[in-house]
């Protein structure tokens, strides 16, 4: 390989595998993409960069990547690179079923490969509906190819209740207020055309919102460049200059994902995951990412870092805003200026300088969104990690979005085998439930239901007409990101392969003590054993295809539901194939 075939840092460019040889396979290369207008001396000197689209009209979160990705290329024409779109599957939230949670992997799969297979010296990620953004950020990890995220920005959501009501908390809302008969058919009708008026995704901290801004955080997004709302023209801005940025990354040949994605990258993350009272589905993917690239992240890690961060962004649902009022009051860049004394400053970024670097042009213009370290936006850890005998892995609970009485409380459990028995039963006069006691959702984790976002159980109607507005949960599902409510979340191991959750029975007394981190099933451990001995597990119900993969393969959600075949990276970031000399064969 001659000097030409090299990048400016001296790697070897990927592309000069596929174009920069006189032989039947570099004619072969060259000669195909004569038809897409690309010359061969474009093809021999210029580097190649992928802008891989998650574009989809049946998922309005990502509806304005099409016109991204147009940006995205005139930037990298503007800096001398040679763009190519390549599509990828679209994992809409609200549509996909049973969940789009299993799917996150395929995607990951998908753009690994995609990626690996072809002449890319560096990719632009375009993501943003929940788990399009973790599975785009795992596969490009595991490709080991330097890239760049650029999500498609919260939506602009349209409300009649005269106050801010983000796209999805404000349906939870709704719904309750529904439920307990202070909302009429009509009035929610009424919501429905109003909700979710424009492209993007939630525009408050769910999990779009939050895996968006910790893009930024990580190191793998232009800074500013998330909360940006996907109908604002600087969000065209941003994704030229991201076009701009990535094919002089392809020329320079890195940085490469290890040298972004280390140990200081998750703990800053993990950092401002916490500050925003982020999704708790974000644990899952910060976990499965960390696998990627050989980070020994444990949710021991998570609930160490959430100890010593207050709750500083006053972002839904855990506080009053809306996304688009953290972007005025400085974005990203000034809540990590503000969060600067917890964090690794020296970590790089795909932007070329450091986080410190980054924070030191930042200001905070509003400390009534962006809240100082010492004056939070509710007291005590935004998240908590609790163990016992009930989730000897561990489970999760986002605690700033749950009512304080609830974070040490013992009552009675209530036991549902699925989800739609819930929504068969709960609303039940004689089920024997009231605000003591503790709801069970069980075999909705990773194997038993492919982790749907069921966590967030609803209150029987009863209750809810009395003015009670929360009781403690129990699942092994995830929740929205854009709900509430005291949901202690992902128990690990789940239910479906014999994990405690499975052996509760009506009436058993749970108690949770979040000071103390403990979550314990009040039974005797012999009854508990005679109970082990009793179990069967679950049917396994798909027999073919990706669903039975993903059962035989899926990890628990303590180590982040990846596949246990993906774990780590492949250091070969090129393909097999035939590359030099005249024997021909595609």
């Known amino acids: ?73 005139t930037g990298i024409l503007e800096a001398g690179g040679i763009p190519f779109e390549a599509p990828l599957m679209s994992l809409s939230e609200n549509i ?34 929940d788990k399009t953004q973790p599975a785009l950020m795992m596969g490009a ?38 439920r307990a008969g202070k909302l009429s058919q009509c009035e929610f009708a009424a919501f429905e055309r109003n909700v ?180 939070p936006v509710k007291p005590g850890e935004p998240l908590v990690v609790v163990k016992g005998n009930l989730a000897p892995d561990g489970a999760v609970m986002k605690t700033c979005a749950a009512d304080p009485k609830l974070l040490r409380h013992r009552g009675r459990a209530v036991v549902f085998e699925d989800v739609q028995t819930i929504a068969d039963r709960i609303d039940d006069p004689a089920l024997g439930i009231d605000e003591n006691s503790v709801l069970i959702l069980r075999n909705a984790g990773p194997v038993g239901a492919a982790m749907p976002e069921w966590g967030m159980l609803p209150i029987p109607r009863k209750l809810m007409e009395r003015g009670v507005r929360d009781m403690l949960r129990i699942s092994d599902a995830r929740m929205s990101g854009t709900g509430y409510g005291a949901a202690v979340l992902h128990v690990s191991p789940e239910a479906a392969v014999g994990g405690p959750l499975a052996l509760v029975r009506d009436g058993d007394i749970i108690e949770l003590d979040v000071a103390a981190r403990r979550l314990e099933l009040c039974v005797a451990p012999e009854e508990l054993e005679r109970r082990r001995k009793e179990w069967q597990p679950p049917a396994r119900t798909h027999q073919r295809g990706y669903r039975k993969l993903y059962d035989e393969h899926i990890e628990q959600a303590h180590l982040g539901c990846d596949f246990d075949f993906l774990r780590g990276a492949d250091e070969e970031t090129l393909p097999e194939g035939l590359f030099t000399g005249w024997v021909g064969g595609w």
């Open 196 to 375: 979710m008026g424009t492209p993007g995704h939630c525009a408050e901290m769910g999990t779009a919102s939050t895996m968006a801004a910790i893009g930024e955080a990580l190191g793998v997004a232009l800074p500013g460049s998330s909360m940006v709302p996907a109908v604002d023209g600087r969000r065209t801005q941003i994704a030229r200059e991201v076009g701009r940025r990535s094919a002089r990354m392809a020329g320079e040949g890195g940085p490469c994902p290890k040298e972004i994605l280390d140990a200081r990258a998750f703990d800053n993350a993990i950092t401002l995951l916490c500050a925003v009272g982020g999704s708790t589905n974000t644990i899952i993917h910060l976990l499965a990412l960390a696998g990627r690239v050989g980070v020994p992240l444990t949710l021991d890690r998570f609930d160490e870092i959430a100890r010593r961060v207050p709750l500083i962004s006053n972002v839904q649902p855990a506080g009053e805003h809306l996304t688009e009022r953290l972007m005025a009051a400085g974005g990203v860049p000034a809540l990590l200026k503000t969060l600067a004394p917890l964090l690794h400053l020296d970590a790089r970024t795909v932007d070329g300088r450091t986080i410190g670097d980054i924070i030191a042009a930042a200001e905070v213009t509003d400390t009534e969104v962006i809240r100082p370290l010492d004056k």
């Open 96 to 129: 996909i079923k049973p969940t789009s949670f299993p799917f996150r992997n395929l995607l990951a799969m998908e753009t690994e490969e995609c990626i690996r297979a072809h002449p890319f010296d560096a990719v632009v990620l375009l993501g943003g509906c």
């Open 141 to 178: 990890a595991s490709a080991g190819v330097p890239f760049i995220f650029l999500a498609s920005g919260p939506a602009t959501p349209r409300s009649l209740t005269g106050g801010d009501l983000g796209n999805a908390t404000g349906v939870w809302r709704i719904v309750d207020s529904l």
């Open 1 to 73: 390989m001659d000097n030409n075939d090299t990048s400016s840092s001296g790697r070897p460019l990927r592309s000069a595998r596929w174009f920069r040889k006189d032989d039947l396979p570099g004619f072969v290369h060259r000669s195909t993409l004569a038809a897409a207008g690309w010359s061969r001396e474009d093809l021999m000197t210029r580097p190649v960069v992928g802008i891989l689209n998650t574009w989809s009209d049946i998922n309005p979160c990502n509806s304005n990547l099409r016109v991204l990705a147009q940006e995205v290329r």
